[in-house]
């Protein structure tokens, strides 16, 4: 299984300001995914990013406040845009294992907007 | 996607056998069952999976009854480290379908 290493693992910003987290996987994967966890709360899908195409985003996220790139099948960003307190959650990227049915996952980027 | 349903918290102690069920009425011919663990400050990590019967790993056993619309994740033996969200999650084996989390179990281990 691949390994996935994302950064920053922690930051706090300014409301207004914009944040990206970035995700390496030291192999190659297809697809990755970019989930949001607020507090409390269980894993919500953001979007899903494919080498070489736009992402495609789940209903409720829009690629204005989400812009994802995936340059190459071993990297990827999300960038969260101009922020609001609101915005204040856990991001993790996750890939899909040779396995098709087992995920593996970043340890996140907890984010807190003030 | 097929829809899970579980428990939104347990409590046990150390020592204790755990299950967790999770109902999954609409899940489809070619989904798998997957069971995932979340610890504080951790990303979710894939704990087992199973099409039907009994799977058992070394972290846990995976019980499916033969109509497949629930299962059952046992824990044997739990200790105070085994506290941590659990997901159950149905997922198409073909292609690289998305998962989508539903609420989990957040189960509690007490000394």
């Known amino acids: 299984s691949a390994v996935i290493s994302q950064k920053p693992s922690r930051d706090i910003c300014q409301r207004g300001t914009s944040l990206t987290i970035q995700c390496q996987v030291d192999?190659?994967?297809?697809?990755m995914f970019w989930y949001r966890q607020q507090p409390g709360q269980s894993l919500t899908l953001i979007a899903t990013?494919?080498?070489?195409?736009?992402?495609?985003?789940e209903s409720g996220f829009v690629i204005d406040k989400f812009p994802i790139s995936r340059p190459n099948l071993t990297f990827s960003t999300l960038t969260v845009s101009n922020l609001s307190p609101e915005d204040s959650s856990i991001y993790l990227c996750?890939?899909?294992?040779?396995?098709?049915?087992?995920?593996?996952f970043g340890q996140g980027t907890r984010l807190t907007v003030v | 996607l097929a829809k899970t349903t579980q428990p939104i918290s347990m409590d046990s102690y150390e020592g204790q056998e755990v299950n967790i069920t999770c109902s999954h009425n609409?899940?489809?011919?070619?989904?798998?069952i997957t069971w995932y663990q979340q610890f504080p400050s951790q990303g979710p990590r894939f704990i087992i999976q199973?099409?039907?019967t009994k799977v058992t790993n070394e972290v846990a056993s995976l019980f499916i009854p033969a109509d497949r619309k629930s299962s059952t994740l046992s824990l044997p033996r739990v200790s105070l480290s085994d506290t941590a969200v659990y997901y159950c999650?149905?997922?198409?084996?073909?292609?690289?379908?998305?998962?989508?989390f539903g609420a989990g179990t957040r189960l509690a281990v007490h000394p």
């Open positions: 999650l149905v997922v198409s084996s073909g292609g690289y379908n998305k998962l989508i």
């Open positions: 996750s890939h899909r294992g040779e396995r098709d049915t087992e995920a593996f």
């Open positions: 199973g099409y039907k």
């Open positions: 192999s190659q994967v297809t697809m």
């Open positions: 990013a494919n080498q070489g195409s736009e992402a495609t985003y």
């Open positions: 609409n899940i489809a011919t070619n989904d798998y």
